[in-house]
């Protein structure tokens, strides 16, 4: 289990980023990813794989200024 | 015309000394000068903010009327022109840096590593998100405002400030896109109301939204 945005996501632990990023509606170049405290650089979205426990926040910009 | 010292007394009559010297010590950097821009650097300018680094690459045009803070005589000209000539108008003792340049992750964190706090105000979701990764990974002393969702005219009260983390804070109602509702003046003022408050906010040593 490993939470998003404060939901807990069960059965999923050991994906990689990109993957849950993907299959989740989240566009990669519209989006900042901390996992428990710390921003995860884009070029590593596709090597991190997703631990037990990890806290994961995704903001997803939308467009307007 | 004012001196500086009558400009200074009346901020300090209305914020106190305290409030005032923190605020006007504190210099602000603003990624892009479109609608939320535009107003930030109006109010802190207005607050008695010690200095401001305006970056935009872009020249005001007729579409930018409907919520930019720009006139028909500015038409053609850079916005940060336009935009420093008005402030100079309003508080002519700030300190204005102006900057005409695309911002990317090559040069993000050379424009904006030096300053405590950014405030994001592009237009463009993607821009938005490179800013944000970029200052976030490569800018350690770096406090980062950004919006997301302001078009429209739902309700203004959708429109909330929130604190991801130490360094970043995020304005908007985070759903409603320019892609596909129309911008319009109210909300994007309440948005930019609300990352020009959080930056007062840090300076004056409150870091909740």
Same mark, same amino acid.
């Given at each position: 289990?490993?939470?998003?945005?404060?939901?807990?996501?069960?059965?999923?632990?050991?994906?990689?980023?990109?993957?849950? %990023?993907?299959?989740?509606?989240?566009?990669?170049?519209?989006?900042?990813?901390?996992?428990?405290?710390?921003?995860?650089?884009?070029?590593?979205?596709?090597?991190?794989?997703?631990?037990?426990? @990890?806290?994961? *926040?995704?903001?997803?910009?939308?467009?307007?200024? | 015309?004012? #001196?500086? @010292?009558?400009?200074? =007394?009346?901020?300090?009559? !209305?914020? #106190?000394?305290?409030?005032?010297?923190?605020?006007?010590?504190?210099?602000?950097?603003?990624?892009?000068?479109?609608?939320?821009?535009?107003?930030?650097?109006?109010?802190?300018?207005?607050?008695?903010?010690?200095?401001?680094?305006?970056?935009?690459?872009?020249?005001?045009?007729?579409?930018?009327?409907?919520?930019?803070?720009?006139?028909?005589?500015?038409?053609?000209?850079?916005?940060?022109?336009?935009?420093?000539?008005?402030?100079?108008? %309003?508080?002519?003792?700030?300190?204005?840096?102006?900057?005409?340049?695309?911002? #990317?992750?090559?040069?993000?964190? @050379?424009?904006?590593?030096?300053?405590?706090?950014?405030?994001?105000?592009?237009?463009?979701?993607?821009?938005?998100?490179?800013?944000?990764?970029?200052?976030?990974?490569?800018?350690?002393?770096?406090?980062? %405002?950004?919006?997301?969702?302001?078009?429209?005219?739902?309700?203004?009260?959708?429109? *909330?400030?929130?604190?991801?983390?130490? !360094?970043?804070?995020? =304005?908007?109602?985070?759903?409603?896109?320019?892609?596909?509702?129309?911008?319009?003046?109210?909300?994007?003022?309440?948005?930019?109301?609300?990352?020009?408050?959080?930056?007062?906010?840090?300076?004056?040593?409150?870091?909740?939204?």
């Amino acid at each position: 289990m490993f939470i998003v945005n404060g939901k807990e996501i069960e059965n999923s632990d050991g994906i990689l980023l990109e993957k849950y %990023i993907n299959e989740n509606g989240f566009k990669k170049e519209r989006i900042a990813v901390e996992i428990n405290g710390v921003i995860i650089k884009k070029s590593d979205y596709s090597n991190y794989v997703i631990n037990k426990g @990890d806290n994961i *926040i995704i903001v997803s910009f939308v467009g307007g200024g | 015309m004012i #001196t500086e @010292d009558e400009f200074y =007394s009346n901020l300090i009559k !209305r914020h #106190t000394k305290e409030v005032h010297n923190k605020i006007n010590s504190n210099k602000i950097a603003i990624a892009g000068i479109g609608g939320l821009g535009s107003y930030i650097a109006v109010s802190l300018a207005r607050a008695g903010i010690g200095g401001l680094l305006l970056v935009d690459f872009d020249k005001v045009d007729i579409s930018n009327l409907n919520r930019q803070h720009y006139s028909i005589k500015h038409i053609g000209k850079y916005k940060t022109e336009a935009l420093k000539e008005q402030i100079k108008e %309003i508080n002519p003792f700030t300190d204005i840096k102006t900057l005409n340049k695309k911002v #990317t992750s090559y040069n993000a964190a @050379d424009i904006f590593g030096q300053y405590k706090i950014v405030i994001e105000a592009f237009d463009i979701a993607e821009q938005k998100a490179m800013l944000v990764n970029t200052l976030l990974s490569q800018c350690k002393n770096t406090k980062i %405002i950004s919006a997301s969702g302001m078009a429209g005219y739902k309700s203004a009260n959708d429109i *909330i400030t929130k604190k991801i983390n130490n !360094r970043f804070y995020i =304005s908007g109602d985070f759903v409603t896109e320019s892609d596909n509702t129309p911008l319009m003046p109210p909300r994007v003022m309440v948005c930019a109301g609300h990352e020009a408050n959080m930056a007062l906010r840090i300076i004056l040593d409150e870091t909740n939204p």
